[in-house]
């Protein structure tokens, strides 16, 4: 973030595809689950050089729940029956035993992978596997076979575009139609919660390019917010709406603007990032809120930064909230000192800011003579959130602060790890995936919120 750009997120590091010798598109797939398993028996699939443990167990029944969920929908969708992959393969890297489309075993090393040309599957048994399993649980190796089952659905029916970043992100939605299904008990290997989602957009955030990097990109597979969004999509709207993705889609992939955002990756010093985007977030509500909505607008009377408990100011005789909106004053209240902080140190300068976002989001609500309180409230006021974050990517507004790299992973970040969690907006209810979900709304069109 500088005087005119914002900045993101430095902390995750990127999964890209591999090429690997004798495959013409070899592609990771990874995402982020946790789930317990269920007591149905396990599935017996046909796994080449497994060591029959625990692993290749994983794998064995997400692979016959993935390929059962395929069998039902490639008719429906497509009109043809499902061809089940051909092979599956578990490689030991350190071992004697390589897999189609690699020269040695080692060329799998942390990685998992879907080869056209043989039509098989193969993944990294003891690094990889194993890695996500310890982190985030089983589903999560689910999710790596699903995505990688989308590739495999593309070559049985055809590719969205030339552009690997579309592929990719249509292997996302295909892979969130299968995680809707698995919610609706249709994955019988694996029981998932709404809950479980959160930690499935938090891997996306992990696995996304690096900060800065572009959507033309050969190996582009896109920002954690463009395959969070593909993701969200198949799970919300199904197979069907997967199948509209083509070169005309949109991505939120930047290049950074300067040599100096680059050094910094973006992100401004707290004060200075509070500076601008406290000034920036009144001026986009003055040149939206009548435009928008056929009313008269009145600015918020104050925002105001405290330090800490020590200072925790009351809004109507209760203590305020770490950010929050009072509308017995009129005033934004936010923990400068402490929580929003500790914001901006586990996020970036945007995923702070994004907070304060929902706050005059919540301003916004009372204006238009709407609830401030509860869950769906918490959403509307999230997707006003989203709605200014959108307004300043598309730069609609001279002189503005702009996104760069990573804010808007800054902004799900926060989004899945702050907001709506106790000390914040006092609303747990609702899960990160539903405040994701309400963001990305907002950003795709403020109309969306409602009002």
Same mark, same amino acid.
């Not at 702050?418 to 990160?432: E, L, R």
């Given at each position: ?25 070899? =592609? ?49 969708? !497509? ?7 051909? $092979? ?52 999560? =190796? ?49 029981? =998932? ?11 996306? %955030? ?9 959507? #033309? ?16 999509? $198949? ?15 949109? !991505? ?56 800490? #408990? ?44 994004? %907070?304060?976002?929902?706050? !005059? ?41 702009? %996104? ?11 989004? %899945? ?32 919120? $409602?009002?």
């Amino acid at each position: 973030m500088s005087g005119r750009s914002w900045r993101g997120l430095a902390a995750a590091v990127a999964v890209l595809g591999m090429l690997i010798s004798g495959c013409s598109q070899v =592609i990771d797939g990874r995402g982020q689950y946790e789930s317990g398993l269920s007591t149905v028996a396990d599935a017996k699939v046909q796994i080449s050089g497994t060591d029959n443990g625990d692993i290749d167990r994983i794998v064995g029944n997400a692979i016959a729940d993935v390929q059962a969920f395929w069998t039902e929908q490639m008719p429906a969708a !497509f009109g043809e029956p499902y061809k089940p992959v051909k $092979g599956f393969f578990s490689v030991d890297p350190s071992g004697d035993k390589a897999a189609p489309c690699t020269n040695s075993p080692s060329d799998i090393r942390g990685n998992a992978f879907y080869c056209p040309n043989q039509d098989i599957v193969a993944w990294d048994r003891v690094g990889l596997f194993p890695d996500l399993k310890r982190k985030f649980g089983d589903f999560l =190796i689910a999710m790596v076979i699903a995505h990688e089952w989308g590739h495999a659905i593309q070559h049985r029916t055809k590719l969205p575009g030339s552009k690997t970043i579309i592929v990719e992100a249509q292997a996302d939605c295909y892979a969130g139609a299968w995680a809707q299904a698995a919610h609706k008990a249709k994955a019988p290997h694996f029981e =998932i919660s709404r809950e479980i989602l959160d930690d499935a957009l938090a891997g996306y %955030l992990l696995f996304r390019d690096p900060v800065g990097a572009s959507a #033309d990109d050969r190996q582009a597979h896109g920002s954690g917010f463009d395959r969070i969004a593909a993701f969200q999509e $198949g799970y919300e709207q199904g197979v069907q709406h997967c199948k509209t993705f083509d070169q005309r889609r949109v !991505f939120t992939e930047v290049p950074f603007l300067d040599e100096d955002d680059q050094q910094r990756q973006g992100n401004l010093p707290y004060d200075d990032a509070l500076q601008l985007g406290l000034k920036d977030l009144p001026d986009y509500w003055n040149q939206t809120f009548e435009k928008t909505f056929q009313r008269d607008f009145q600015p918020v009377a104050k925002v105001t930064g405290y330090q800490g #408990d020590s200072e925790r100011p009351q809004c109507d005789g209760t203590p305020v909230n770490a950010v929050q909106y009072c509308a017995a004053d009129d005033t934004i209240y936010f923990d400068q000192t402490d929580a929003v902080k500790k914001v901006y140190d586990g996020t970036g300068d945007f995923g702070a800011m994004s %907070l304060l976002a929902v706050a !005059f989001g919540q301003a916004m609500r009372k204006r238009l003579n709407q609830t401030i309180n509860g869950e769906e409230a918490l959403d509307g006021s999230i997707c006003l959130a989203g709605a200014y974050a959108g307004d300043v990517f598309n730069r609609r507004r001279s002189g503005a602060a702009q %996104l760069s790299p990573g804010d808007l992973d800054e902004a799900i970040q926060a989004l %899945l790890n702050f907001a709506g969690k106790a000390g914040f907006f006092d609303v747990a209810g609702k899960t990160g995936f539903d405040r994701v979900s309400a963001f990305r709304k907002g950003f795709g069109d403020i109309r969306a919120c $409602g009002g």
